[in-house]
Structure formats: structure tokens, C-alpha cells
């Protein structure tokens, strides 16, 4: 623990104490830094949206995107949600992100359509602080007025800990937006801690496998086991199971066999931006 730390830091002689507390600073010292980079991002023009394709398992044709959401500064460069988004969460400045990632990700949809692409699902990612929000299922009707997309066409994927949190509000927040026509998933279903019993009280469409479990599907027993398992509560529930993070034609495979609906993943394509996700699916449609 951090006074175990601070002794032998000590012991170990003075420069080290001096070492070991710069240290300490410097990552409190690169959170403030991201956290006032971050304030500007929107105003700056520093985000945007790569789009990850979803396929049916079977036929491996594209049902949709994922939208995720890319921060390139210009000084630091490609900064990763994995650094910026629980910065974003804790400071609440997910907050308007998130109203811009929602708007601009039904916007591209709409416009692909437009542009000749078959109607498909827009997936997009909504954090616990977000969906908390007196005023978020307005932001979603006001996402989807503006863009012109069809409610039926936007997925919002949230995570079991944030539904969890508050399960009782977050039933009546979630049947708002079905009652609107929005579908919703649980994103990362497996990592987080989840009733059961409250599973079946959310009316969602889709639950995500998280990638850790596929990760290692072929070789890891226990894997497979909760990948096969959540796949049969998904269906007994009467939900459709995506899986995340498939690199493999073996775990495609294994996956496919099992009734896994949908896949995702780099063996398919990775997150593209606009123009090349738009070519890449108008492609695969052309070609069925
Ligand atoms: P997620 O929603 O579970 O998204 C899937 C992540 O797995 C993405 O990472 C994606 O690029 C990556 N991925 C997809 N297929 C593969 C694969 O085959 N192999 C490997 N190694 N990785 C794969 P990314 O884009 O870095 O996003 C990380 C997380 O950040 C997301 O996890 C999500 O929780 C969060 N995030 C991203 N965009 C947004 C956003 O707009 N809003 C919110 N609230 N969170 C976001
Ligand atoms: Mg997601
Ligand atoms: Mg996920
Ligand atoms: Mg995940």
C-alpha cells in the first residue's frame, strides 16, 4: 500500500523519497493537464468518430457500426479513450462529449443513408454519468429530430455498472427510450457485476460479450464457458448476443456454432473513418 511504499521509498535514501514523490505529482500533474486539453477538444475541433462494422455471425453481412469516439491533439497527438474517457466521466465533461458524439454519430448515419447506403444500426457508446441526466432521453430525441434518423436505426450501449448503480431509475430511463423506439445493449456484459434478476426487468435488445472472453476462447476453458453460457441466457431471455474483440476465423467459428448472432471485431475491419466506413459497408452491400 501507498505508506508501505512511502517507507521504503524513504529508506531507500532521500533522492529516492524525492523520486518517488515527483512521481506521485506527475500523474495527479497529467490528469489536470488532460482534464484542461479536454474542456477545449469540442471547441477546437480535436474529436471525432471511427466507425467498427458489426456483422451477422452467420452470414457475416454488415448490420451496423459502432461509433468511438478519437481525440487527436495537437501537440500530443492520438490521446485513447481508455486515458481520456474516465477523465471525461469523473470531471463530468462526458457530459457535453457525449451530447456531440450522439448528434454526430445519428448525423453520419443519416447522411450515409442519403447517400445510398441500406439502412442499418448506429451504435453508440453512453456513460453511467450521462444516462444519470434528468435531460437525456431529450438529448436523444433532440439527436434524433436534428439528424433525421430513424429512432429504430440508433443502439445506445451501456454498461451493466452503470445500469446497476441505480437499477430501479435506470429501468424507467431505459423504458423511455424503448417507448421512443431506440434499441439498447449491454456493452462489456461479463466484466462488470450484474443481477440477473434485474437483466431480465431491462428492456434491452442486445448484449456484448466482452472482448476479454474472447480474447482466449480457443484455449481457455472458462472463457468459452461464460461465452457460451451468456449466449444462452441471452437467448432464453429472448436477446440478441454480439460478440466484441474477434480477431480469429477459429473464434468466429466456435462462436458462429454456438448461435452467436452478431461479431465484431479486427478480423473484419477495424474502426474506419466516415468516408471509408461509408465505402467499406456500400461495398459489402453492392457485393450481396
Ligand atoms: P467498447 O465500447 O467496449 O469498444 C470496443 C473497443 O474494443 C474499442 O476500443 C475497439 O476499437 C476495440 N476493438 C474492437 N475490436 C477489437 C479487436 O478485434 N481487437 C482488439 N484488441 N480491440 C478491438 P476503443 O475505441 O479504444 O474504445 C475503448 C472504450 O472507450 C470503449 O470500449 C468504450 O467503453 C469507451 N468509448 C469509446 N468511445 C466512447 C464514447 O463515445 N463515449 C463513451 N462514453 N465511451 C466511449
Ligand atoms: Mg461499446
Ligand atoms: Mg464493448
Ligand atoms: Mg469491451
Redesign the pocket.
Known sequence: NADTAMYHAKAAGRNNYQFFAAEMNQSAAERLNIEGKLRHAIARNELSLVF?PQFSAPGVEPTGV????RWHHPTDGLI???RF?PIAEETGL?VDI?DW?LSTACQEMARWIKAGLKPMRMA????ARQLRRRDFCETVANALITSGLQPELLEL?ITESSVMENPQEAILILERLGRMGVTLAI??FGTGYSSLAYLKLFPIDHLKID?SFVADIEHDLNDRAIAFGTIALAHSLGLRVIA????TEDQLELLRSNACDEV????FSK?LNSAAAFAFLHAKQRAE
Open positions: 467498427q459502432e461509433a468511438l469516439l485513447s479513450p481508455a474517457i462526458i457525449g458524439v453508440v457508446n453512453v456513460s450501449e456493452d462489456d472482448r466484441e474483440g474477434v480477431e465484431q471485431g479486427y478480423l474502426p
